[in-house]
């Protein structure tokens, strides 16, 4: 295997040992990005892996560098040789190398910015409040994030290989995420609902809830949301949670043991009837075999019980529009998300709803959203045609890949989530936020 050693001599010099050969770092590059794409450059020359030696303030580190970039520590296999190379082509690493989660096709409707604190107050002395006084010593606001070092991407993986703690850029991927993920914390001004809603079956609904609620409660923190089963007769959502609930667990057994929806509930008694899942969110299942369905009135129950101690409800719906639950959970919903499949029933369903709320003047289609889903079995032909249809409406239209735990059926576990589909969550949850603070 190709070896050699690079000793650091400054924080923008470093020199091949044995050789005259330097490595420069320019344009405010530090220099172990620039020995990282030298090794590269190597590696590529050689067409196969190659051992670098980096030598500092008389510490070494090894690491093994592969022609596609793949860095990984290593212990050395024989002894290093200085090798001077023909003059290779640096090749520009991309740096933001992490993909986009979600596009968003079109600006939903009556959907403004979160105004400024001072903008729309009246000015001049009248409108002039008395403010408490600032302690000089109290520490400076900090972003979020903003100090932790890479995790992601090219200076992510230097990070983890050569135990360095450099910051992503300030434009990069990673911190559009870590902005994503301060507005999921963010204050909400009230109980929200979240209905996931499609009457095509078998688009997704229930595992798109589930991770939804999942990802909300994972960055929100632990008893702020809980995900409810409102379909009419008791749907899937036990069968995909990480941790199924026992018998008498369920939206039946809560509302027989608290019928009044106004009195005050503990705690302890709330999680009589709620499983609590790893990621801190609480599911209430749908009992199946009830002797009738979950009507009107029994789903704004739940909703009042449910408000007193979560923040959030993400409601999984079934698929009859005549239901009582699922009427409730359209006309409550402070955000309303379809899940769409590219196929041309899931996709025209879709659509029918968005026709829907539209012809009836519903004000739930300003805080709609539609989440293209991948998935087996998709027409990559239907995408056109649909994203035109929903734009027709004035909806964001946003996109997930494909998830192979989705499509199984398999109990969803964040941890066996993919990558890309953890990203798209975080995303789709912090327009779910947004689209809360706008509703109010």
């Known amino acids: 295997m190709n070896a050699f050693t690079v000793e650091i001599l400054s924080d923008t010099t470093a020199r091949i040992a044995g050789t005259d050969e330097e490595i420069v770092a320019t344009d405010g590059k530090p220099i172990q990005n620039r020995i990282y794409e030298y090794s590269q450059a190597r590696a590529m020359e050689a067409g196969g892996p190659v051992e670098v030696a980096v030598q500092r303030s008389g510490r070494s580190t090894q690491i093994t560098v592969a022609p596609d970039g793949t860095a990984s520590r290593s212990a050395p296999t024989g002894p290093i040789e200085p090798v001077v190379p023909t003059a290779p082509a640096i090749l520009e690493p991309y740096e933001d190398a992490v993909p986009e989660p979600v596009s968003v096709t079109v600006e939903p409707i009556g959907h403004s910015a979160r105004r400024a604190p001072d903008e729309g107050r009246p000015r ?135 019928t009044d929806a106004a009195a005050a509930i503990r705690p302890s008694a709330l999680s009589r009837y709620m499983t609590r899942q790893p990621s801190g969110e609480d599911i209430v299942a749908g009992r199946r075999g009830a002797e009738s369905g979950l009507s009107y009135d029994d789903a704004a129950k739940l909703a009042d019980i449910l408000a007193q101690h979560r923040d959030i409800l993400v409601a999984d719906t079934g698929n009859n529009p005549l239901a009582g639950s699922w009427q409730w959970a359209i006309s409550a919903a402070d955000v309303l998300v379809i899940p769409a499949p590219l196929r041309f029933d899931a996709a025209s369903s879709a659509e029918r709803l968005l026709q829907h709320l539209s012809a009836t003047g519903s004000d739930v289609l300003n805080r709609t959203i539609v989440v293209i889903t991948d998935g ?3 027409a990559p032909i239907v995408e056109h045609d649909a994203v035109e249809a929903f734009c027709k409406y004035a909806v964001p239209v946003l996109r997930m890949p494909f998830e192979p735990l989705f499509a199984s059926g398999e109990r969803i576990v964040p941890a066996r989530l993919r990558p890309a589909t953890t990203t798209s969550l975080t995303v789709i949850a912090a327009t779910v936020v947004e689209l809360m603070t706008a509703a109010r």
């Open 124 to 258: 001049g002395p009248a409108a002039s409040t008395p403010r408490l006084a600032v302690s000089a010593l109290v520490a400076p606001e900090v972003t979020p994030g903003a100090g932790e070092p890479a995790r992601l991407g090219m200076r992510g993986r230097l990070n983890a290989v050569l135990g360095l703690s450099l910051s992503p850029k300030a434009n990069s991927a990673e911190m559009r995420l870590r902005a994503s993920e301060a507005t999921i914390i963010s204050p909400i001004p009230d109980f929200s609902v979240v209905t996931v809603a499609n009457c095509k079956g078998g688009v997704g609904k229930t595992p798109f809830a589930v991770a939804l609620a999942q990802m909300l409660a994972t960055v929100r923190g632990g008893s702020t949301v809980a995900c409810a089963d409102l379909a009419e007769i008791g749907g899937s959502l036990a069968d995909r949670v990480g941790v199924p609930p026992t018998e008498g667990r369920d939206v039946v057994g809560l509302l027989a043991a608290h």
């Open 376 to 378: 087996p079995g998709d």
